[in-house]
Nanobody
Framework: QVQLVESGGGLVQPEGSLRLSCVVS????????MAWYRQAPGKQRELVAR???????NYGDSVKGRFTMSRDKAKNTGYLQMNSLKPEDTAVYYC???????????????WGQGTQVTVSS
């Protein structure tokens, strides 16, 4: 079984910072891409940041220059550093990973349960 567990969300004032973590655990052969998505109430889930297996990143237009995604391959952990937060960043943030569980298996998508980020004064 594979689990993705996010942490680091919470309440922060505008212009503040938070760092989200996503720990991947379980029976894993390899993690390929990882990504962060978010979903605000009444809105569709949107891509925040994506990192390929080659550690190439791309970001949603609304977070470019403010958010930074990173990975620690040894710890099977992804991070999302969020700076200069705005009220419109308020959402549930989800971690996504493309994982192969065995050497000869296929790559599947896995999701975490989400962590709430609220930006408010």
């Amino acid at each position: 079984q594979v689990q993705l567990v996010e942490s680091g969300g919470g309440l922060v004032q505008p212009e503040g910072s938070l760092r989200l973590s996503c720990v991947v655990s379980g029976s894993i052969f390899s993690i390929y891409g990882m990504a962060w998505y978010r979903q605000a109430p009444g809105k569709q889930r949107e891509l925040v940041a994506r990192m390929t297996s080659d550690y190439i990143t791309n970001y949603g237009d609304s977070v470019k220059g403010r958010f930074t995604m990173s990975r620690d391959k040894a710890k099977n952990t992804g991070y999302l550093q969020m700076n200069s937060l705005k009220p419109e960043d308020t959402a549930v943030y989800y971690c996504n990973a493309n994982i192969k569980r065995t050497m000869w298996g296929e790559v599947y998508d896995y999701w975490g349960q989400g962590t709430q980020v609220t930006v408010s004064s």
